[in-house]
């Protein structure tokens, strides 16, 4: 299946940690790589290969996989961190796609 | 630095065609994949499909299958998105990103496209 399901928001309360899921039957194969988009802003790589995170992607950033579900988890989500995020994955005919994306909402 | 510049923003009548850029800088252009993604007003990513520089190879997503045509011009580090008739949903914004294996990066800043009559 080509489907990565995400919850539509998420609420955190500043400086608390929070965990956004993507799941999907592909995850049990590919890697997930996660990307934070602000208002007006492109898609930003934040974490890749389950947990490596670009030069520049604080450490309060990270990735994990367990079964046919991906998470990204920030340790400590600052007001900054507030955008919407998104799962991206392949299947095994090479075609990629995206999760429906989490509105992450720091309180 | 690794980068990608898109084309500026079009706005277009239904039924007009359109091509839209994307020029590649500061790595080996041939060498990567480069993704096109959808991103209607208000809504999620959608990937379109894949071209590698190196050969023009291209993979469509089926729901982008013969409604866009994708391009490169390796000698100009440029990848291109086409249209040869715009209708008013194909209203969004468009971007490339250079595709790893199992990851997109980086990004272009996008390119607005408007239909409207």
């Known amino acids: 299946s080509s489907e990565l399901t995400q919850d539509p928001a998420v609420s955190v309360a500043l400086g608390q940690p929070v965990r956004i899921t993507c799941q999907g039957d592909s995850l049990r194969t590919y890697y997930a790589s996660w990307y934070q988009q602000k208002p007006g802003q492109a898609p930003l790589l934040v974490i890749y290969d389950k947990n490596n995170r670009p030069s520049g992607i604080p450490d309060r950033f990270s990735g994990s996989i367990s079964g046919n579900t991906a998470s990204l988890t920030i340790t400590g989500a600052q007001a900054d961190d507030e955008a919407d995020y998104y799962c991206h994955s392949r299947d095994s005919n090479g075609y990629l796609f995206f999760g429906g994306g989490t509105k992450l909402t720091v309180l | 630095e690794v980068q990608l510049v898109q084309s500026g923003a079009e706005v277009k009548k239904p039924g007009e065609s359109l091509r839209i850029s994307c020029k ?10 480069i993704s096109w993604v959808r991103q209607m007003p208000g809504k999620g990513l ?15 997503s089926p729901s982008f299958q013969g409604q866009v045509t994708m391009s490169v011009d390796a000698s100009n580090t440029t990848a291109y998105l086409q249209w040869s008739s715009l209708k008013a949903s194909d209203t969004a914004v468009y971007y490339c990103a250079r595709q790893l294996i199992n990851h997109s990066d980086p990004w272009g800043q996008g390119t607005l496209v408007i239909v409207s009559s």
Do not use: C, L, N
């Open chain 2, 24 to 33: 590649g800088s500061g790595y080996r252009f041939t060498t990567y994949w």
């Open chain 2, 46 to 60: 959608e990937w379109m499909g894949i071209i590698y520089p190196h050969d023009s190879g291209t993979k469509y």
